[in-house]
């Protein structure tokens, strides 16, 4: 059974760096194929594919948001970590991480809850 | 890259089916079979109910069907029910090995 959760801050102020944990179960990022993802949904709006991480350590980003995503992992403790530095308001959104099956072209199976990330002074 | 238009709203009686279409373009949905789709009620996180444009997964309803052509994909739900009322999205892998969503689509069940 595979699970993930999200966590960090529910209130990050302008211009701060945003870190947000992702950590999974039911599966290993050391094994070939596997990737986790990062979509957001601002409050009432739609789903935004952020970023991408494969089991081999490859990354994919989302071109307007490039300059400032960084997705890393931590195999030994089945994590993934996502930084968006100089937080905006319009970054205000529920942040999901994702399961990318093995050798998946583009869907995201498993899901976690989400967390509402709200920026604002 | 552009999101992925959807139509804002659709709309059905119990029992009828609809189709809710997502366009995209030669860099994305024309070009790879890597279309998904995806339900989302609300305060809920996104369920997978469609990959690879006509795949489904396991447990997932065989109302729900997808096909492509061209640059367009579309998502069709037969014998709609109540419980489908839901928001749906749209998403494709990019010829730059990214991912990009669609707008969403609200679907009501009158």
């Known amino acids: 059974q595979i699970t993930l959760k999200e966590s960090g801050p529910t209130l990050v102020k302008p211009t701060q760096t945003l870190t947000l944990t992702c950590t999974f179960s039911g599966f290993s990022l050391s094994t070939n194929g596997e990737g986790v993802g990062w979509i957001r949904q601002p409050p009432g709006k739609a789903l935004e594919w952020l970023a991408l991480?494969?089991?081999?350590?490859?990354?994919r980003y989302s071109p307007s948001l490039k300059s400032r995503l960084t997705i890393t992992k931590d195999t030994s403790k089945n994590q993934v970590v996502l930084t968006l530095t100089n937080m905006d308001p319009g970054d205000t959104a529920t942040y999901y991480c994702?399961?990318?099956?093995?050798?998946?072209?583009?869907?995201?199976?498993?899901w976690g809850q989400g967390t509402l990330v709200v920026v604002s002074s | 890259q552009s999101a992925l238009t959807q139509p804002a709203s659709v709309s059905g009686s119990p029992g009828q089916s609809i189709t809710i279409s997502c366009t995209g373009t030669s860099s994305d949905v024309g070009v790879y079979n890597s279309v998904s789709w995806y339900q989302q009620h609300p305060g809920k996180a996104p369920k997978l109910m469609i990959y690879d444009v006509t795949n489904r997964p396991s447990g997932v309803s065989n109302r729900f069907s997808g096909s492509k052509s061209g640059n367009t994909a579309s998502l069709t739900i037969s014998g709609l029910q109540a419980e489908d009322e839901a928001h749906y999205y749209c998403?494709?892998?990019?010829?730059?090995?990214?991912?990009?969503f669609g707008g969403g689509t609200k679907l009501t069940v009158l």
């Open positions: 994702a399961h990318r099956p093995r050798n998946a072209y583009n869907h995201f199976d498993y």
């Open positions: 998403s494709s892998y990019t010829s730059s090995n990214t991912r990009v």
């Open positions: 991480i494969y089991w081999d350590d490859n990354k």
